[in-house]
């Protein structure tokens, strides 16, 4: 199988190639295509040159090349499950979540559209509201869920009629590959192009002239590069970046009922999750109990290849992510307690066994940072003022959860949490229809919904004196 580029409707070799490492081994696995400036370019050339044409299309027109793109990903749908599991190390069954996830993506956003509005309409005048695509937007992806992230960009943008760069993670372009071996046969030439790169495109993309819009999901750090970088052209930005939500318990709630569900909530996906649950706040009287609770479970959560059945947490995807988890457990072992069983799995690949650490200060580097693996601060708190104070001291704003057998309760409190989501009762659940986003430095704008589907347009007044002109 080889591993092309899609430019202007073309499977391309790369200027180079790039290798892809299989996390569950540590060993190299696979090689794609790599693109170097110049076939970016060409990839936004032929993006440009698409635009006017499928912009003209009529909603239903592109509608109908979404869903045909929708049908021939369900028809290769097995191997895009197992190839994601490869590339990115999640167990099968979540690959399989992930790409059914994309697949309905793309119908739903396919079939969304944004109708003209009448804002007003009097005897004298009448004014509209036309929503028009921007140009080329550029998605730019992570590594933790390198296909659903990139539908919930592809499917609104090409829907209301822009043009499309993919660049998907160095770590995880397999399936980003795949997806442009899919599409070549079924969209016009330059309306989706795939470039992949080491790392070393991102700016050359985002300082573009011809890229009218850059949407982003990864860091922090490099989300705030991207926005610096942008604006030069004064481009749209929207940034899904890191998140270090809360998973605050109330005191009515019983621990052996609530710990399966927070702790499914910060071990999905290895913890590589932006909105995944990073600190979990209890009531100081039911501290013991559900620091060892969880331990419980994370020592009998089923850790392998996720390729293997029955698993529940794969590796980590990347050798610098998982040095990275086992440096914050090392530096939480000096001022916490690391619960037994934690802590790095004696085999090749990137496994970190589940681990729960207890007893840690607020400041230590697992509370404040954005830990994004398998491991999960669990702290102690004496007064429902005292938990939101520390849920809100932090630089992040993403999700956030309570848990109480009194939704009503749940709810007051949630209204007082800093961020662009707060769920009660649950966690991770996030309908097609319902905007997410960031508040503080965790993103600008949103992505879903409406009001996800109307930062890929630019809003046009229309304003209509009925009378004739004099
Ligand atoms: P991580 O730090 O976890 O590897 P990043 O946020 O750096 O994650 O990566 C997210 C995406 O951003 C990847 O596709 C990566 O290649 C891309 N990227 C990296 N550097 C830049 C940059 N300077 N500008 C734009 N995109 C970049």
């Not at 869903?67 to 191997?79: F, N, Y």
């Not at 028009?132 to 919930?152: C, D, E, H, K, R």
Request: proline share 5%; aromatic share 6%.
């Amino acid at each position: 199988m080889s591993y092309r580029l899609l430019i202007d409707g073309k499977l391309t070799d790369g200027a180079s190639t790039l290798d892809v490492i299989d996390p569950a081994t540590g060993k190299v696995f696979a090689s794609c295509a790599r693109a170097d400036e110049a076939q970016l370019n060409a990839a936004i050339a032929a993006a440009k040159k698409a635009f006017p044409a499928w912009s003209a299309l009529t909603h239903a027109q592109r509608k109908a090349y979404i869903d045909r793109l929708a049908d021939a990903m369900q028809a290769r749908q097995a191997e895009f499950c197992e190839l994601l599991t490869r590339e990115q190390g999640k167990p099968l069954d979540q690959a399989g979540f992930e790409i059914g996830g994309a697949i309905a993506a793309l119908r739903y956003f396919g079939a969304l559209e944004l109708p003209l509005e009448t804002i007003r309409d009097t005897a004298g005048e009448r004014i509209l509201e036309q929503r028009t695509p921007l140009g080329v937007v550029a998605a730019i992806t992570p590594w933790n869920f390198p296909v659903i992230l990139l539908m919930m960009k592809l499917a609104p943008a090409l829907s209301v009629g822009n043009t499309l760069i993919a660049k998907p993670a160095p770590s995880t372009p397999l399936t980003t590959a795949l997806l442009g071996e899919v599409a070549a046969t079924i969209l016009p030439p330059g309306v989706l192009n795939v470039i992949i790169d080491a790392n070393d495109l991102g700016a050359a993309i985002t300082r573009h002239p011809d890229i009218a819009k850059v949407s982003f999901t990864g860091s922090t750090g490099t989300g705030k590069r991207v926005m610096e970088s942008a604006a030069g052209t004064l481009k749209r930005v929207t940034l899904e970046l890191g998140g270090n939500d809360v998973a605050i318990i109330l005191d009515d709630i019983e621990v052996k009922d609530v710990a399966p569900k927070v702790f499914a909530a910060s071990m999905v996906n290895a913890g590589q999750v932006c909105m995944a649950a990073k600190r979990i706040y209890a009531p100081r009287a039911m501290y013991d109990a559900l620091c060892e609770e969880l331990n419980w479970l994370a020592r009998a959560a089923k850790v392998d290849n996720g390729l293997a059945a029955g698993v529940q947490i794969g590796p980590v995807q990347n050798k610098a992510q998982y040095d990275k988890v086992l440096a914050l457990i090392e530096d939480a072992r000096s001022k916490g307690k690391v619960m037994d069983g934690g802590g790095a799995v004696d085999r090749d690949g990137y496994f970190i066994a589940p681990t729960i650490v207890r007893d840690l200060p607020d400041d230590a580097r697992l509370v404040k940072e954005e830990q994004f693996g398998p491991v999960i601060p669990v702290l102690a708190y004496d007064t429902i003022d005292d938990v939101i104070a520390r849920a809100n001291d932090s630089e992040y704003g993403l999700g956030g959860s309570i848990w109480t057998s009194n939704p009503e309760r749940g709810q007051e409190i949630a209204m007082r949490i800093q961020s662009g989501t707060v769920w009660v009762n649950k966690h991770l659940d996030m309908p097609f229809d319902i905007p997410f986003g960031g508040a503080k430095q965790s993103g600008i704008g949103r992505e879903q919904g409406v009001e996800g589907m109307k930062e890929f347009t630019q809003s046009k007044i229309i304003n209509v004196a009925k009378n004739k002109a004099a």
